[in-house]
């Protein structure tokens, strides 16, 4: 697996890879802009120069674009489903502009107007934001979710029902977060129920739709539906989980993103850990 991080953009998206290199990563996802803010800031062509210098000189790879918190197209909010297909839309310009496969989102909150409602609209959102935007080769990924309040992707069916209304899937997948699943209820502890949730996964979506993971461990039990970070091993998932999924043929070239608490140095203490879990190393 190529391990790595969400890194800061503090001073400059520049300065991403460079955090990146710092902390040990293969690869790294960032957000492109305020996170909180539906403010899309001109992407300034000495700053996209100075990010692709830094991709050479350090070797570190920005796989992913995290989309703003505040995207939901899965609502009954007119306004905001408005706003979240064009800062989308826009994401998968800037992606492309900075070479970045992947924009990942999360597939966002029906609040109240019923899962079957949201899992439509999330559909025909996604074939307005392609069909808006000009970018050419970025994926959207969209995320699988915890399951907190009324969020979708919770469960894989969710992801297979909204591919089955969407125009064209040559640019979709999934980004499977492993807190957000083991909340969730999918299981990977040990070998049996890992074998069990990736077939599920399979059967379900399709593998072949899989491109990131994100690695993080659980603060709550499985089932428990709450989306809550921890450091890698000291979750409730726990290191053989992990041990498991990093040694899994299926994905030794996949990204795996770390999005867990704390700072730069829990980062890097976490990445070494993962990497030590490769072959048995640990
Ligand atoms: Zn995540
Ligand atoms: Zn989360």
Not at 85 to 106: M, Q, Y
Not at 171 to 184: E, N
């Amino acid at each position: 697996m190529l391990f790595g991080a969400h890194v800061s953009i503090a001073g400059g998206i520049f300065n991403a890879p460079l955090y990146g290199k710092e902390i040990g990563c293969d690869v790294i996802q960032i957000f492109t802009k305020n996170q909180i803010q539906w403010k899309i800031p001109f992407l300034q062509a000495e700053d996209i120069k100075h990010f692709k210098e830094n991709r050479l000189k350090t070797g570190v790879i920005p796989v992913t674009v995290h989309s703003s918190y505040l995207v939901n197209i899965a609502g009954p909010d007119d306004n905001v489903t408005e706003k979240s297909i064009n800062d989308l839309a826009c994401e998968l310009e800037r992606a492309e502009v900075l070479n970045i496969p992947f924009v990942v989102f999360h597939p966002g909150a029906h609040k109240g107007i019923g899962e079957k409602y949201a899992l439509k609209s999330i559909a025909e959102n996604i074939n307005k934001i392609f069909s808006k935007s000009n970018s050419k080769s970025t994926f959207l990924l969209l995320e699988t979710t915890a399951g907190e309040g009324t969020t979708m992707g919770y469960k894989f069916e969710h992801f297979a029902e909204i591919f089955n209304k969407l125009k064209d899937l040559s640019r979709i997948g999934v980004c499977i977060d492993t807190c957000h699943i083991f909340a969730a209820g999918y299981d990977f502890r040990d070998e049996k129920s890992y074998y069990e949730t990736i077939e599920k996964f399979d059967k379900i979506v399709g593998l072949k739709f899989l491109k990131v993971f994100h690695l993080n461990d659980s603060k709550f039990p499985s089932g428990s539906k709450m989306d809550r970070h921890e450091e890698i091993g000291s979750g409730e998932i726990g290191l053989n989980g992990f041990r498991i999924l990093v040694n899994d043929k299926r994905f030794k070239d996949m990204p795996g993103i770390l999005e867990v608490p704390g700072d730069i140095y829990g980062y890097k203490r976490n990445i070494d850990l993962l990497r030590s879990l490769v072959n048995g190393k640990n």
